[in-house]
């Protein structure tokens, strides 16, 4: 399969996201929502709080950004807004994302094919490598993600380490895979998050305590992902 082909039928697995109104049914679980995020963010704020000192000359570029919600984080951190950088394929999200993130950079297309002379020193992606099924586009992703990172970059990952049984158009990674993708890195710290959902939308404000006391429950993966070795 080439990496065209791959990057529609991305396309076409969001569409169907969008068609099957998921986004309709997460607005009922708020809870659920808030906790996961927050967990994530608290994360994602304490690998970058123990590596940079001053995060406002410091570069984040966010692929699969979306509306550019999970960018606001780092804006919220001290990253000035011409510091932010937001890629998505979806050409259609392009006035949300302008909209979102004034005075940040918007950067269409497919991440993997990015023509930027820029590095970063924080890469984020949430939820995007568990869309891609091809192997080997994967692979030629992560290392593109390396490749633009500066000498002291972050990638900042959150996704599902299971198949979903419901929905064919997500393939987990684990521990094992992660390692792979990224096996040029210079380290990986991998921690397990988010409560299951179909639990944690059920249990309401009662996640957090759940989520501490049951990680074995937990379906996601949070990780840093230092720059290459040398």
Same mark, same amino acid.
């Given at each position: 399969?080439?990496?065209?082909?791959?990057?529609?039928? !991305?396309?076409?697995?969001?569409?169907?996201?969008?068609?099957?109104?998921?986004? =309709?049914?997460?607005?009922?679980?708020?809870? *659920?929502?808030?906790?996961?995020?927050?967990?994530?963010?608290?994360? *994602?704020?304490?690998? !970058?709080?123990?590596? *940079?000192?001053? +995060?406002?000359? @410091?570069?984040? /570029?966010?692929?699969?950004? #979306?509306?550019?919600?999970?960018?606001? /984080?780092?804006?919220? /951190?001290? !990253?000035?807004?011409?510091? $932010?950088?937001? &890629? =998505? $394929?979806?050409?259609?999200?392009?006035?949300?994302?302008?909209?979102?993130?004034?005075? #940040?950079?918007? +950067?269409?297309?497919?991440?993997?094919?990015?023509?930027?002379?820029?590095?970063?020193?924080?890469?984020?992606?949430?939820?995007?490598? %568990?869309?891609?099924?091809?192997?080997?586009?994967?692979?030629? +992703?992560? @290392?593109? $993600?390396?490749?633009?990172?500066?000498?002291?970059?972050?990638?900042?990952?959150?996704?599902?380490?299971?198949? &979903?049984?419901?929905?064919?158009?997500?393939? #987990?990674?684990?521990?094992?895979?992660? @390692?792979?993708?990224?096996?040029?890195?210079?380290?990986?710290?991998?921690?397990?998050? %988010?409560?299951?959902?179909?639990?944690?939308?059920?249990? #309401?404000?009662?996640?957090?305590? +759940?989520?501490?006391?049951?990680?074995?429950?937990? %379906?996601?993966?949070?990780?840093? !992902?230092?720059?290459? %070795?040398?």
């Amino acid at each position: 399969m080439t990496a065209p082909d791959e990057v529609s039928r !991305v396309k076409e697995r969001y569409a169907r996201r969008r068609a099957s109104h998921v986004a =309709e049914a997460q607005a009922r679980y708020f809870h *659920f929502d808030y906790f996961a995020d927050a967990e994530r963010d608290l994360r *994602f704020a304490e690998f !970058v709080r123990r590596r *940079f000192d001053d +995060l406002g000359p @410091r570069r984040v /570029l966010e692929i699969g950004a #979306g509306s550019g919600r999970n960018l606001l /984080l780092f804006r919220k /951190l001290g !990253v000035r807004w011409e510091n $932010l950088y937001a &890629n =998505e $394929l979806l050409e259609e999200r392009e006035d949300e994302l302008r909209y979102n993130l004034p005075g #940040g950079h918007v +950067l269409l297309g497919d991440a993997s094919a990015l023509a930027v002379s820029t590095r970063f020193d924080i890469i984020v992606q949430s939820t995007v490598f %568990t869309s891609i099924l091809d192997d080997e586009f994967k692979q030629k +992703l992560a @290392r593109k $993600l390396l490749s633009l990172l500066t000498e002291d970059g972050v990638i900042l990952w959150y996704d599902f380490k299971f198949d &979903n049984p419901s929905n064919p158009d997500v393939k #987990g990674i684990g521990r094992r895979e992660l @390692r792979r993708l990224f096996a040029d890195a210079a380290s990986i710290d991998i921690r397990s998050a %988010t409560l299951a959902p179909p639990i944690g939308r059920r249990v #309401g404000a009662w996640y957090g305590v +759940l989520n501490t006391f049951a990680p074995f429950l937990r %379906t996601h993966l949070v990780a840093e !992902v230092s720059s290459v %070795t040398n």
